[in-house]
């Protein structure tokens, strides 16, 4: 009988070919906003196991030069679709703008679990655009 010990992260470390991007049209959307032209960026997610809910969670994207991706962030305290209510129990982030094709990532997550800061980061890579949802940026 397994159970859920820590948050899993989405795409997970050490992903290859991760799709850039998607058109960013879904219901409900996951976006504060409607979807830009071009399409918007893998979603991230780190979602954490029942009973282990972040607080105060942020998100960041970074390219391979250490650059930072803009985006959405969407947590348990502050959910994008409010009928989520509690957003699932996921810290998520959506760039902006699809991401680069073939390129690295790294995510980072703080938040904080009771009374504990809580850190994470972990790496993937993308492949080549879909021939459907966002344009990759070059």
């Excluded at 899993?8 to 879904?26: K, L, M, N, Q």
């Excluded at 129990?89 to 699809?98: E, K, L, M, Q, V």
Aim: hydrophobic share 35%; with cysteine; glycine share 14%.
């Amino acid at each position: 009988d397994a159970k859920w010990q820590g948050p899993i992260a989405y795409p997970p470390d050490g992903a290859t070919g991760v799709r850039p991007g998607w058109s960013g049209h879904e219901g409900p959307s996951p976006l504060p906003v409607a979807p830009p032209q071009g399409g918007v960026g893998q979603t991230i997610t780190l979602t954490f196991p029942p009973g282990q809910r972040p607080k105060d969670g942020k998100l960041t994207l970074t390219d391979a030069a250490g650059a930072v991706v803009e985006g959405w962030t969407s947590t348990p305290e502050k959910p994008a679709a409010k009928m989520f209510g509690d957003n699932m129990n996921t810290i998520c982030f959506i760039a902006s703008a699809p991401l680069q094709v073939n390129a690295r990532y790294k995510a980072k997550v703080e938040a904080t679990l009771g009374a504990q800061p809580f850190v994470k980061e972990w790496s993937f890579a993308t492949g080549e655009a879909s021939r459907r949802g966002g344009r990759p940026r070059k």
